[in-house]
């Protein structure tokens, strides 16, 4: 987290609807993981103090990789590790940088309209909550 963003960190809190997408995709057996531009300190002080960890069977960070997002290679990293193929998996960003990724990875990419400020990317699916996003992968 930049300097900045530091100053505001303890009004960041989990989007509405996180914890019970995340408590879904898990009894639904769905392997979840992450890839961020955040090296893995970033990370750790992100995200650690939410206590959704447990969640992600993997996560890749920016210092995984030489090359970051829009290149495939943090995905093409993820789906090496965990063996998954391409087809089967659905990358959730809201970014152009994860549009971009996704689709160089050829991968099938959800936009997370809570986070993207915009609708012109590229995407196969626009998920405005993260309840719709059950309603996508089944």
Known sequence: MGRKHKKYSNTITIYDGI?????S???C???IGIVTSKTK?????????FGLNHYFKMIICADDTTEHKPSPEPL??????????NEQILYIGDSKYDSLCAKNAEVDFALAMWGSHTRELEADYFIETP???????K
């Open 25 to 27: 995709l898990s009894e």
């Open 76 to 85: 093409l990293k993820y789906i090496e590790i965990s063996g998954a193929y």
């Open 19 to 23: 914890q019970g997408l995340l408590n």
């Open 131 to 137: 309840n719709d996003l059950l309603g996508a992968i």
């Open 29 to 31: 057996d769905c392997k």
């Open 41 to 49: 300190a970033e990370f750790k002080d992100d995200f650690d103090r």
